[in-house]
């Protein structure tokens, strides 16, 4: 069984904006903070550390180059793409995935990569604050910084801070 994703397609906002050939998501890297004792070592989590994701998107769009060329703007963006599951050369099975991503513009390039003949291509890095993963209809994770959210599975992980710092 081999399970693949394709057919990726990016708004930005609410409007479509075209189709991306590569997509890097947020890696999740959990902030530690280590405790020492009279024996030794070890360490617990303290939060999450800065996100970012990288998207490559296939052409020029001078409304989008606004949106992502402003340093202080915030950038709200989905991703659908599609889930594909094989068996031997048989498709057994497809799921719609999204990831939904909010943050700011942290490098982009002025008109992209250009080839005679070819379309722009042109990578952006983002700073990401939230992201959401969707396979189907299902939450796989949700964190939210500046709100203090993070859900894994549906399950809510820090609700107790939030009551803690009375938040709720």
Avoid at 83 to 105: A, I, P
């Amino acid at each position: 069984m081999t399970t693949i994703l394709t057919n990726s397609t990016i708004y930005i906002g609410e409007n479509l904006f075209g189709w991306s050939p590569k997509v890097t998501a947020p890696e999740i890297e959990i902030d530690k903070e280590e405790i020492k004792t009279g024996y030794g070592k070890y360490e617990l989590p303290k939060g999450i550390n800065a996100m970012s994701a990288t998207v490559e998107l296939t052409g020029f769009n001078k409304n989008v180059f606004k949106k992502i060329s402003n340093p202080f703007g915030e950038i709200n963006m989905t991703i659908y793409g599609s889930l594909d599951t094989y068996t031997n050369e048989s498709l057994s099975s497809n799921e719609q995935v999204k990831l939904v991503l909010r943050g700011s513009s942290k490098k982009f390039g002025l008109l992209g990569e250009l080839e005679q003949q070819e379309n722009i291509k042109q990578p952006i890095e983002f700073s990401v604050s939230a992201a959401s993963l969707y396979i189907g209809k299902t939450e796989i994770y949700a964190i939210d910084i500046p709100n203090l959210i993070y859900r894994k599975d549906g399950v809510d992980l820090i609700a107790h801070i939030r009551k803690n710092l009375a938040l709720n």
